[in-house]
């Protein structure tokens, strides 16, 4: 057996050039979004940020080295993100989303698609933004299901050699572009055969942007991650050609799935970095402060063994987020339900563990300006809901993985 969290040179290198991005550039940006009043001031003032982030090459970094980059895969991802997170969540989540809606090229396109659209982002200027548009107005935790008018509702249709898009989509990350004229590039999850079951009859359909027929709606105004940009908006007659289809048609779920596999264990490194900007914060404070009393907090019995709790379930997080992006890059058998755990477990430990934090920290928590953790807790929240909820879309692949006759409690830690 090999139980081994030792970095190799390149990734020590990658998490000491991270750190110092995060702690120089990233650790900014909370300041300058706090009192813009609208979800796309506050993003627009995020782009000299995230303009940086693509200068110093972390896009090209993170993104895998067979598409041209200089990724060398999920723990490289993890390692970014990580160090990210404990600074910020909003430009990362950004940069993040990149990936995923990269990710269905990376995992189907053609090698053509994959040397077009790929280009933009490997080149270390600008600020480009791609994103995967799945979720849909009036819900996607079902996007599998084939009940008449449910599922996957943007249709597409073939007219002559250009699919015709019409639908609605919410919540995507970057969608809208900086100028609301739509990303760069679009990954839209359509129904292409109504006829069929939706294993056979979604697509993902290549949108290059600005689209004509590409219209905001509106800007989610959201709790946490108050500095990137989601949007629901409307794809009316949006023609793109025939070729821009990823994976074949009627290979669209497949697509998706594997896709949001690898960033189920990405949101448990997500939830691993806001919780250790949180505890961090709270153990210097149950340090230095004596709250008037004649030792410092830590003192307390009941603080130590709350920090004590705390540390544990951030080393538990931290082990099993690390875990499943090794079993991913090692494409190993246990790596869906590895990821899906993380996810689940990262993002809800994330919420109880933040708010334990705070009752630690007492009345000054409450208070953006003494404290980060209402923040910290204000973005992670995102985290049970987004990337598929946990209640509709996450635990129901657990459960579907425990369901399967030759399913192997063992299989996630000994291949017998
Ligand atoms: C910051 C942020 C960024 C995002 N970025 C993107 C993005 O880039 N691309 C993208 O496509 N989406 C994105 N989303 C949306 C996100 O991925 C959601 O997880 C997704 O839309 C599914 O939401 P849902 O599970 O709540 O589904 P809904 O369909 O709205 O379900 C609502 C609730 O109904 C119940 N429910 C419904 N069906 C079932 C079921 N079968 N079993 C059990 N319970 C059920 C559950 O309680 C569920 O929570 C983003 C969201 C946020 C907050």
Redesign the pocket.
Known sequence: MSIDFTLTDAQAELKAAARRFARETLSQVREAIHYLPTPESRFLATRPFYEELVREGFLRRLIPQPFGGEGGGMVDMAIVAEEFYAEDANVP?TAF?NL??LMPIFLAGTPEQQKAFVAPFLECRGAPLA?????EPG????YHSDAVGGGVRTRARLDGQQWVIDGA?Q???G?SGWDGKGADLLCVVCRTDAGVAPQNGVSVLLVPGPAAGFRVNRY?E?PG?RG?L?SNFTLDQVRVPEGNIVGGVGQGLQVVDASFSATAALVGVMSLGVLRAAFDFTLHFARTQRRGGPVPVIEHQAVGYALADAKASIEAVRSLSYRACFALDQQAPEALELALHAKVFGSETAVRVITELMRVVGIDSYDHATSPLASLLQDAL?FP?????N???RR?QLHELMKQDDYDSLSTVFHL
């Open positions: 989540l989303a995923l809606g994103a995967l548009a799945s979720s819900g996607s935790a079902n989509k919540w995507i990350s969608a989610h959201s991650h990137h989601t995102a809901l987004f990337d598929g909820g209640m509709g879309v129901r």
